[in-house]
């Protein structure tokens, strides 16, 4: 294998939507590191097309998807020294940094003539501060990729414009000697990550190569992580898989994020002939499901694109019901399958167009902000969503930890959508999301004592914030009054 990849399943990440590279700096030392999340996924933040068709739409967050260049002088989360000392301030903490890394395609039609975020120029299929001219670029014969082609043209999706973005000829050396410049010259900035975007629109041929010469992590003999962003929705019904990928890095599994989204919504399936249920999770990651090997996949139960994509309905996030997001985030850490990553959004509203920009209050402000008085699903409608610093939901990146390689044991259902399980002895969950209590005498599988309920309150001083569970004879009385509601208990909380 090309790069050590595979991340250990105790291990958690967030994607800090559109934050600044300063406050990213600052969220790794204060709150990532002491909770003990292994890495940031980071904004694209190479120079990017800054103006679009009207003034409204200049400030779209989807800008950072049209590169201008290679340069990382100036993007929308800051400039090159910022960017800089927030990649030592995360190393410091003990948080590394993933970097989403755009290297299918430069910016839409070059940009249309207009400014880069460097106040610099580009023109379609030109792009002097690389430099890339045409002979650089596909030219496929149709302006972009046809919604056909997914189904029965794997070239042209390779080598087509997605939604018109000048699409980088990735077989040709120059193409690949500027990437590999590219990253390696992250790397040797402490970056240890990287999100390949749009990895299912270039050759795995093609990204193998690239990957293959990207340089440990500075002063390490140790490879870079690396994750392919592959949507890969409808097995069987794709002219590009996911698993053309695996052998290369780690690959997103979207199926992952449909799949517990049509229970924890309650959709129906045609294929059970009934609604999803929370109780058909019980086998979820084993073969009979058609995902990635976990030890492959990076998952999630939302990402930036599918809460404001024709998949919004079927995914869940922090628009949906009180408390649900919450519940789906949870269940995702306590599981074994996969590489979890949360998503940390921003608030937007969903009737509204879908290039809202980001926020305009800090990440620090007292309104609107990661410290403005609110819990699970807010139900605000302006600034940061902050998932991550919810306080259950940083407390399970130790849970994940403590249970690390650790199989899913005792399971329990109502048949319907209350459910609990343990992790082997080391940890046990309980999630209500009926309208009734679940109340119910269950067996853990951990060892008998005193339990901090991290999903209620911080483990500290060998003492807990929250709700105390007693573990007798290996069992639990749960009392879960409320809908959407959950408690979690493991060994590195015990008091
Ligand atoms: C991705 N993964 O494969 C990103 O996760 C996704 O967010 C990116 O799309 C996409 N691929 C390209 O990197 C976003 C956004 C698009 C937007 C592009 C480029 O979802 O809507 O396209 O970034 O900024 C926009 C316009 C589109 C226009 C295009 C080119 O929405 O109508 O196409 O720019 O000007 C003519
Ligand atoms: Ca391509």
Redesign the pocket.
Known sequence: SLTANAQSNGDTFVHLFEWNWTDIGRECTEFLGPKGFKAVQVP?PQEH?AK?YGALDED???????PMSYSIGNSRSGTEQQFRDMVSECNQAGVDIYV?A?I??M???G??GTVSSMGRYASQNNYPDVPYSAADFHNCGKP?IDGSDYQNNAANVRNCD????DDLKTESENVRSKIIGFLNGLTAMGVKGYRI?????MAPADIQNIVSRLNPIAGTNTPVYVFQ?V?DKSPGQEAITASEYTSIADVTEFQWADNIGRKFQGLFEPSFGQNGKLADLETIGSPAWGMLPSDKAVIFVS???DQ??DGRFAIVDYNDEFGLNFIAEAYQMAQPYGYPKIMSSYYFNANED??VSRPTVPTNSPTGGCEAPYGPNRGGSEGWVCEHRWTGLANMVAFRKTAENQALTNWWSNGANQIAFGRNGAGFIAINHESYPLVQQLQTGMADGQYCDILSGDFVNNSCTGDIITVSSGQVSVNLPNRNSAMAIHTGAKI
Not at 60 to 66: F, H, I, L, S, T
Not at 162 to 165: A, G, I, K, W
Not at 197 to 201: G, I, Q, V, Y
């Open positions: 694209p097309r679009d779209a967050w989807w800008v950072r998807y049209q989403d755009v299918n395609h910016a839409g039609d940009g249309d972009e997605l939604v018109r973005l975007d749009a990895a299912k629109h962003e949507i990402n930036h694109d404001r994509g879908r290039s």
